[in-house]
């Protein structure tokens, strides 16, 4: 009983693991504009994600641009792009694999030795999807606290943590959770 509420809560952390992935990597808050002066008026709000950049005015009117040419990206972005492209993919790789390895030793009734090999293959892809996900995610977390107190970058560069960053951190925990409780 023990063994499938185990693998059951596994499976809901791969989920949410694997949705906030998906999330994180679509939105376009990964860099948000960072208000350092006194000022209190603010009209615009600048966020910069993997695959686009927003400009919010006054909250209510919101342009978003794609980047124009892939060529033209910083090597780091095109390397987060592709990490968390692959992280998407293994997520949804793993938490298939976990259905599979579920619904498999849910049948076989063999004794606690008859867990499946897609258990175990599972457990190890969400581990690898959690490793994939905290790379890019604490790299831009690191990038944007060291400019920040950086005094040689100026003040309209400096730039906050974005949502999605926290939402990657986030799914990163459940997918290590996930796959902790698979292996």
Not at 6 to 25: D, K, N, R, S
Not at 29 to 47: H, K, L
Not at 136 to 163: C, H, M, N, Q
Not at 169 to 177: E, F, I, M, Q, V
């Amino acid at each position: 009983m023990a063994c499938c509420v185990l693998q059951i809560t596994g499976l809901i952390f791969g989920g949410v693991g694997m949705v906030g992935t998906l999330a994180a990597t679509a939105m376009p808050q990964w860099r948000v504009s960072a208000y350092v002066d006194g000022n209190i008026v603010v009209f615009e709000t600048i966020w910069e994600g993997l695959w686009m950049d927003c400009i919010s005015q006054l909250g209510i009117r919101l342009q978003c641009k794609f980047y124009d040419s892939v060529l033209a990206l910083p090597p780091p972005l095109e390397a987060f792009r592709a990490l968390m492209c692959i992280a998407v993919g293994l997520s949804i790789l793993s938490f298939l694999m976990a259905i599979a390895g579920v619904k498999y030793t849910q049948r076989s009734k063999e004794g606690p030795q008859s867990t499946s090999i897609f258990i175990l293959a599972a457990g190890v892809a969400f581990l690898l999807t959690g490793a994939l996900v905290l790379i890019p995610v604490s790299w831009t977390g690191g990038s944007i606290i060291r400019d920040f107190y950086d005094p040689e970058v100026p003040v309209p560069l400096k730039r906050e943590l974005g949502a999605a960053l926290y939402v990657g951190w986030g799914s990163t925990a459940l997918l290590l959770a996930a796959g902790a409780i698979y292996c």
